[in-house]
């Protein structure tokens, strides 16, 4: 493993590294799409102990970082893996707006943050020039990134095809089409149907294809970037590295404050995975903070200025009208989104309908020629129990549907966010609500959170519902972390966070009946019962945290090999007993001897037989007590 | 608040203490039943910072260790809060069964623990006298546990008379009789239908009693216990007391190896909460380990000296019967309960019925004449998604709805035990199957795990699960800690776990429609909304770690009151924007200004705009593009 070069002007207070390296007990390993030297996928491939067990590969978001070898430059980002396909599309370059005061937030010149040096060209389709993904698929045209697509997400499935079918019976995926096998001319008609999206920016050349949609593996976002209060860019990178580390397979850089552009520029050259930002935030930034003082230029330009830098999707809160806005003022939570919450002091102290709406087209327009997908934000979604389902949500989502038409006859691709607070039994009325009125575009939701009355645990108040909406069809899970409510995730906390939405996205693969997604579940419960704790430490969603675990206990290397853990101890381990029996049964079976395997007495055989036994006894003379003489 | 009085034996390098003391800004207060001066109800009463709010009363489980001025002797025990009432009834006081050295597992003088020397006397009833809390609502009769079961369960529904009907018409209970209001007849009623249970064995008098059925409350259960490698006396105590301290409502008791007998006596006589305990562990113990030396005579010996003891409730694995053992032969985990190997094991050896099957109504009897509660194991419950819902598992359950009959014809309280490893779409079929079986009788599941892929995170894999089912109709839910399957919980752990259930519950709750449960995320809502940090943090259900978390990012006092987060900072809280903005509305509307809120456009009206446009547009000359001169 090579150190991997830091950026030069790191700000102070910085941490001086970046994660690179396998995680434990596995090797990155790509596989070249046959005839397209050019289309190399990535996999996590954990080598098992048995020689009899076959290594597993795992679906893998965290790039380059991963490798055995990794050669990391921050300064000059990662290689771009799309620029001759996109280089290939014949888009015009265009000199990039320039950078302006206001987009670092008027940093004073000793604490601006120096932008990532990595040279890119800006390009821009023009109009009536293919470039969405949407735009291609609908004209019949498979892309680069659909065929990577295509491949990632089969991960597996060639082995089962066999299965396939059976396993998707199996599963319940609420009316969802998930396919047996991935080819690309699927991929195309999903997003074709805008039913799923590859948010892939032109100008983000080094991201790694990956879908969001309904009949994809369940995907998860995390969420990074600093705020007025605290943290800074270099750290900023390094969640970014941390959390794909651990599987995001988007991240939203939900920065505020200052150096916002060139924090940005770090992360998006650096990034394999699609980054999403919120626009309105860094609008108001550049108003000085007042809602009151956005208006359509300032958030047109700061449109342009994010889509050249290569963000791939934009939380657009188009839906929050000024009609919904007096429909939140008794809630018990108000508006709890950020963006909701601005747009909506801006439509009522002016009493005019929100310019994000009204301007809707125009902002197709700016996204569509860069491919920027949109995520439909659901500012107006519920931050309480109180307040789920209610008038304002659903109002809101109605809307949501309205513009994701307009967006799709703009050629733009499309995602909705959904919420947020809501019940268990309240879950799946979001979710068919969402795909009858958004016409099955992919859902993007933060959680839900099931109860209220654990800040401190809100990953797993969430975890809960994100499981469960997933299962019932939602594409990709934001992410909460125990933070949540209460302050900035660190290190330790996006990782909490990363991997509690893995076990609810893989939760919901598997009930959905996703033909290969049990294979890892299957070879970590082998593992397990073969006592073979390495392997099943390595399969783990987080290696080092299983294998720390146990060796709090049992830390000597001899136990690694041990039957039996210390929970049981030796003597009571149902497994080392198991095992013994299995053999045995196996051997009598072998042997042809006949094994009791007569019915058990059904509950109607057991009463009559107790019935003649009550009567036999009545017979008998009924004495309930016998004499001790007798 | 007192320092507890220790045990004067404590074992080499056992903590020096057992937590006392109030639950961060709260305090305990008990409620004396109108009339019945010995029925005094415990609560945990937060107190808000608002006057305008009423200070919160919460469920508590964690007895008079919370006290402000709690006096804890733990070689006096807990007082007899059901003494005068087992008085009463005019059990025979016996002649307890004589301690063995097999009872400790043969420990060495040097190594024995000193048995609690707290005394009490033993019960026993007479045959034919009542003693079951299933025999006296059988004979109509209303017990004082039943009446402080009905004021405990009851917690602020007096409050919330009026719209209990709305909240329970608004919930989904999947056919369960959640009542508005929680009467002594309503408990008798269900305690007599077999849809209740109330585990409390009359040696056991210090239990606070509690109810665990599908119409009541979602209860939660934590295991501890020592094993053969590691763990000691006066550590399980402090872990039972820890544990209920954060919500455990019944603890089990799984210690194997040395001195389980005379620990167990530690815990019981100092637990306010029901004590399970599964005798087939200790009876191993007695034979040397040797599953094929068990016999009937031992395991009675062990049933009557538990029983002696006090415990509430007996795991009984009477359903591994011989004919499914080779059902589990080719699954991927086997058995997977300690109980269930062993059972397997024995029947295989000698192709014979399991003794727990064939004696049975001996085990009733025995049973019956303490209270001792059955808890029917699940002996053969899936160790792996893989396994989930197979022959081996429902062939054993349909055999524990046949005991469930049998239980009841003897009198006694049955509760029976469910899986472990499932994925979310087999869950629902698990809770159908169990109700139809077992004649409603309560169901107490181990999560489910709804992943294998976690190990270290199964607290999470199987809160999911736990939610589910508790929801579907689970009347008690198992805690899994995040060292399940990788060694024994610690303190933390044991924390983690409890608070990630007692999660699952509430959620559960909720999602059921009960009349009261909404009351704390509402109020929590409100402190948020409020920027009440204070009564936020004390709202939760761990107010310390939420107040850690806060002061991690934003440690200084006078943040307690900022009307802003570190996750946003003060310019981006939605909460503070919508709080000036409800203002707003609200001024506006008392002074009857007109606020806008006229329909949103449909997308039908959109669309037919839409034409309307295109064809102004194609009348116009239809030209996409204008030329510059123009």
Redesign the interface.
């Given at each position: 493993m090579n150190a991997p070069v830091l950026p030069k002007d790191l700000p102070k207070g910085s941490p001086q590294t970046v994660t690179t390296g396998p995680v434990t007990g596995s090797r990155k390993v790509y596989e070249t799409v046959a005839g397209r030297e050019d289309i190399r996928v990535p996999y996590r491939q954990i080598a098992l102990t048995d020689p009899k067990e076959e290594p597993v590969r795992v679906y893998d978001a965290s790039g380059p970082y991963t490798e055995t070898d990794a050669r990391i430059d921050l300064n000059q980002g990662l290689p771009g893996v799309r620029e001759p396909w996109i280089a290939k599309r014949g888009y015009a370059t265009v000199e990039p707006r320039a950078v302006k005061p206001e987009d670092n937030g008027f940093a004073a010149a000793d604490k601006l943050v120096a932008p990532c040096p990595a040279e890119r060209v800006v390009r821009k389709a023009a109009?009536g020039q293919l470039v969405t993904q949407y735009e291609f698929a609908r004209a019949g045209i498979i892309t680069e990134e659909m065929i990577y697509v295509a491949h990632r997400e089969n991960l597996c499935r060639q082995a089962m095809l066999e299965q396939a079918e059976a396993k998707l019976a199996d599963?319940?995926s609420f009316g969802a089409s998930v396919p047996a096998f991935v080819t690309p001319e699927f991929v195309r008609d999903e997003v074709a149907r805008g039913r799923a999206i590859i948010p892939a920016n032109i100008n983000h050349t080094e991201v790694e294809p990956m879908a969001i949609g309904r009949n994809f593996l369940v995907k998860i976002n995390a969420n990074i970037g600093n705020?007025?209060?605290?943290s800074s860019a270099a750290e900023e990178v390094e969640k970014l590295v941390w959390s794909i580390r651990w599987g995001a397979d988007t991240v939203m850089d939900l920065s505020?404050?200052r150096n916002i552009h060139n924090i940005r520029s770090w992360i998006i050259r650096n990034s394999p995975v699609p980054i999403g930002t919120v626009p309105i935030?860094q609008a108001?930034e550049k108003v000085g903070?007042d809602?009151l003082k956005l208006d359509w230029e300032v958030f047109k330009d700061t449109l342009i200025e994010q889509a050249e830098q290569g963000i791939d999707y934009f939380t657009i809160h188009a839906g929050v009208?000024?009609?919904?806005?007096?429909l939140?003022?008794r809630r018990?939570?108000?508006?709890?989104?950020?963006g909701?919450?601005?747009m909506?002091?801006w439509c009522?102290?002016g009493?005019r309908e929100s310019f994000l709406y009204e301007r809707f087209d125009e902002i197709c327009d700016i996204m569509r020629a860069y491919d920027v997908s949109f995520s439909l934000g659901d500012g107006l979604r519920p931050?309480?129990?109180?307040d789920a389902n209610d008038a304002a949500q659903f109002?809101e989502l109605?809307?949501l549907?309205?513009l994701t038409?307009?967006a799709w006859d703009k050629g733009c691709q499309v995602m909705i966010e959904g919420p947020g607070h809501v019940?268990?039994?309240k879950i799946k009325v979001n979710m068919e609500k969402q795909l009858r009125e958004c016409g099955e575009a992919p859902f993007y939701t933060l959680g839900p959170l099931?109860?209220?009355?654990?800040?401190?645990?809100d990953?797993?108040?969430s975890?809960?519902g994100a499981?469960?909406i997933g299962?019932f069809g939602t594409a990709m899970l934001c992410y909460v972390t125990?933070?949540?409510?209460?302050?900035?995730p660190?290190r330790d906390d996006v990782k909490t966070g990363v991997?509690?939405y893995?076990?609810?996205a893989?939760?919901?693969d598997?009930?959905?009946?996703h033909p290969a997604a049990?294979l890892?579940?299957?070879a970590?419960?082998?593992a397990?019962?073969d006592f073979r704790w390495e392997d099943?430490?390595n399969?783990?969603?987080?290696p080092d945290?299983?294998r720390?675990?146990?060796d709090?206990?049992?830390p000597k290397d001899a136990h690694k090999v041990a039957h039996f853990?210390?929970?049981?101890?030796?003597?009571?381990?149902?497994?080392k007993?198991?095992?013994?029996?299995?053999a045995?049964?196996?051997a009598m079976?072998e042997a042809g001897e006949v094994?009791?395997?007569?019915?058990?007495?059904?509950?109607a055989e057991?009463?009559a037989g107790m019935k003649a036994k009550s009567q036999e006894f009545l017979a008998e003379g009924g004495k309930l007590?016998v004499d001790a003489a007798e």
């Amino acid at each position: 493993m090579n150190a991997p070069v830091l950026p030069k002007d790191l700000p102070k207070g910085s941490p001086q590294t970046v994660t690179t390296g396998p995680v434990t007990g596995s090797r990155k390993v790509y596989e070249t799409v046959a005839g397209r030297e050019d289309i190399r996928v990535p996999y996590r491939q954990i080598a098992l102990t048995d020689p009899k067990e076959e290594p597993v590969r795992v679906y893998d978001a965290s790039g380059p970082y991963t490798e055995t070898d990794a050669r990391i430059d921050l300064n000059q980002g990662l290689p771009g893996v799309r620029e001759p396909w996109i280089a290939k599309r014949g888009y015009a370059t265009v000199e990039p707006r320039a950078v302006k005061p206001e987009d670092n937030g008027f940093a004073a010149a000793d604490k601006l943050v120096a932008p990532c040096p990595a040279e890119r060209v800006v390009r821009k389709a023009a109009p009536g020039q293919l470039v969405t993904q949407y735009e291609f698929a609908r004209a019949g045209i498979i892309t680069e990134e659909m065929i990577y697509v295509a491949h990632r997400e089969n991960l597996c499935r060639q082995a089962m095809l066999e299965q396939a079918e059976a396993k998707l019976a199996d599963g319940d995926s609420f009316g969802a089409s998930v396919p047996a096998f991935v080819t690309p001319e699927f991929v195309r008609d999903e997003v074709a149907r805008g039913r799923a999206i590859i948010p892939a920016n032109i100008n983000h050349t080094e991201v790694e294809p990956m879908a969001i949609g309904r009949n994809f593996l369940v995907k998860i976002n995390a969420n990074i970037g600093n705020s007025a209060v605290t943290s800074s860019a270099a750290e900023e990178v390094e969640k970014l590295v941390w959390s794909i580390r651990w599987g995001a397979d988007t991240v939203m850089d939900l920065s505020t404050g200052r150096n916002i552009h060139n924090i940005r520029s770090w992360i998006i050259r650096n990034s394999p995975v699609p980054i999403g930002t919120v626009p309105i935030y860094q609008a108001l930034e550049k108003v000085g903070g007042d809602p009151l003082k956005l208006d359509w230029e300032v958030f047109k330009d700061t449109l342009i200025e994010q889509a050249e830098q290569g963000i791939d999707y934009f939380t657009i809160h188009a839906g929050v009208r000024l009609a919904y806005v007096p429909l939140t003022a008794r809630r018990v939570t108000g508006i709890v989104s950020r963006g909701g919450s601005i747009m909506a002091r801006w439509c009522l102290a002016g009493h005019r309908e929100s310019f994000l709406y009204e301007r809707f087209d125009e902002i197709c327009d700016i996204m569509r020629a860069y491919d920027v997908s949109f995520s439909l934000g659901d500012g107006l979604r519920p931050g309480s129990i109180a307040d789920a389902n209610d008038a304002a949500q659903f109002g809101e989502l109605e809307t949501l549907g309205e513009l994701t038409k307009v967006a799709w006859d703009k050629g733009c691709q499309v995602m909705i966010e959904g919420p947020g607070h809501v019940p268990m039994h309240k879950i799946k009325v979001n979710m068919e609500k969402q795909l009858r009125e958004c016409g099955e575009a992919p859902f993007y939701t933060l959680g839900p959170l099931t109860t209220d009355v654990a800040p401190g645990y809100d990953h797993i108040t969430s975890g809960i519902g994100a499981a469960m909406i997933g299962w019932f069809g939602t594409a990709m899970l934001c992410y909460v972390t125990p933070k949540e409510h209460l302050g900035l995730p660190n290190r330790d906390d996006v990782k909490t966070g990363v991997i509690t939405y893995k076990i609810a996205a893989h939760a919901a693969d598997l009930a959905k009946g996703h033909p290969a997604a049990q294979l890892r579940d299957d070879a970590l419960s082998r593992a397990r019962f073969d006592f073979r704790w390495e392997d099943q430490f390595n399969l783990a969603l987080d290696p080092d945290t299983a294998r720390a675990y146990h060796d709090e206990t049992l830390p000597k290397d001899a136990h690694k090999v041990a039957h039996f853990c210390s929970m049981c101890g030796p003597k009571f381990c149902s497994m080392k007993i198991t095992q013994d029996l299995r053999a045995e049964v196996l051997a009598m079976e072998e042997a042809g001897e006949v094994i009791h395997t007569a019915p058990v007495m059904s509950s109607a055989e057991r009463e009559a037989g107790m019935k003649a036994k009550s009567q036999e006894f009545l017979a008998e003379g009924g004495k309930l007590y016998v004499d001790a003489a007798e």
